[in-house]
């Protein structure tokens, strides 16, 4: 049965927690092609993709390519990001042929009031992620119901039990890559000769932002040069709060 055609036949309202409980069942074994083409299908020119154009990003920008180019691809320049992230970005939406990449920048009002200095990293990383990476970001998903990520299941113990869609607020997340792991995203890139981010050969395997991203010692954790030294594990626009608000608690 096509997911229109399924969709049709259901009873319940068409919340945002039950649209995702819906889809995560109905789509726990699907591919991640599959997942993208079901997400695309069910939420039209109301999806879009968020993507860092990190260390791992290239795979799930090829797949979503595959799907249709024309998804809208949401990218946070944050004013602190590696000049070879920025590369690695025009040379990904280039070989990929995507066509509606957009890039989200910090409101300039916010940065004079909140870091004018541009050092708030120094004293306040969670402040400096909400003003550079979930403001803009939750400003930009105000015109969608759905939204593409990157995350996977073992990235983080936060992440371990993610489903392929999940409600996040008043939209639904969507993530296809939840159960892959390292070993399918080097299979993958190597079966579709994928470029790989420049950093990644000099020790960086997750790359954030340039003062708060440090290389990995062999045997560390992935994500340790994250923050390091500090209690903190994600930059907040995967932490879901119960409403949401002009800051982007929900996104």
Not at 16 to 35: C, G, H, K, T
Not at 202 to 215: E, L
Not at 236 to 244: D, K, R, V
Request: aromatic share 8%.
């Amino acid at each position: 049965m096509a997911l229109r055609e399924a969709y049709a036949v259901r009873q319940d309202p068409p919340t945002p927690a039950l649209d995702a409980a819906w889809l995560a069942d109905r789509f726990v074994s699907a591919s991640a092609e599959a997942v993208i083409a079901a997400a695309r299908g069910r939420f039209g020119d109301r999806l879009a993709m968020v993507s860092s154009f990190g260390a791992e990003a290239a795979v799930l920008l090829h797949l979503v390519s595959r799907v249709d180019r024309t998804i809208p691809v949401l990218f946070i320049d944050t004013g602190k990001l590696f000049p070879d992230t920025l590369r690695y970005r025009d040379l990904l939406v280039e070989q990929f042929g995507l066509s509606d990449v957009r890039t989200l920048a910090p409101d300039p009002a916010d940065l004079e009031a909140i870091d004018p200095a541009g050092m708030l990293w120094m004293s306040d990383t969670d402040a400096c992620c909400d003003i550079r990476k979930v403001r803009p970001l939750a400003r930009a998903l105000k015109g969608f119901d759905a939204w593409i990520s990157g995350r996977k299941r073992f990235q983080a113990s936060s992440r371990s039990n993610i489903p392929v869609f999940e409600a996040d607020g008043e939209r639904i997340k969507v993530n296809p890559l939840a159960d892959w792991d390292p070993s399918d995203l080097r299979a993958y890139a190597q079966a579709q000769d994928l470029p790989s981010h420049p950093l990644v050969a000099r020790g960086y395997p997750s790359i954030g932002c340039m003062p708060c991203t440090s290389p990995v010692a062999e045997g560390e954790d992935p994500r340790a040069g994250r923050w390091r030294g500090r209690d903190k594990t994600e930059c907040g626009i995967h932490l879901a709060l119960p409403m949401e608000n002009e800051q982007g608690a929900g996104i």
